[in-house]
């Protein structure tokens, strides 16, 4: 009996970090530059140069990842503030725009 409550314990703490971890938050600021293909070259220029003024990041802006250890990325809450995964959010919009930007050769002559 208290085996099964042993488990069960374990389970719902593992079942309560899903979705909140670091590791899960920072992989979904990786996102497709799919999504811009669509947008017109200088209409895409622009929303990505408001949008690293806006987080003061730089134009190449990339997502970033810690490193909790060695296999504890999904069970490491996210403290994070709000602001710091808001820039993190942007710098991975940032990089999929760029990476459409550089697809499709905006703003280059020809």
């Known amino acids: 009996m208290r085996w ?3 488990v069960l314990a374990s389970c719902l703490a593992i ?3 899903v979705g909140t971890s670091i590791a899960e938050r920072q992989d979904a600021n990786v996102q497709s530059s799919l999504q811009y293909d669509s947008v017109p070259c200088n209409r895409l220029l622009a929303q990505r140069n408001a949008l690293a003024q806006r987080y003061r990041l730089p134009q190449d802006a990339k997502p970033s990842f810690s490193d909790p250890g060695v296999g504890l990325g999904p069970f490491t809450p996210d403290t994070r ?3 710091q995964r808001d820039v993190e ?3 991975g919009r940032i ?3 760029n990476r459409s930007i550089a697809r499709r050769e ?3 002559p020809g």
């Open 4 to 6: 099964n409550l042993v």
């Open 15 to 17: 079942a309560g970090c």
């Open 81 to 83: 503030s709000k602001a």
């Open 89 to 91: 959010q942007a710098s």
């Open 95 to 97: 990089d999929a725009m």
């Open 106 to 108: 905006c703003g280059k």
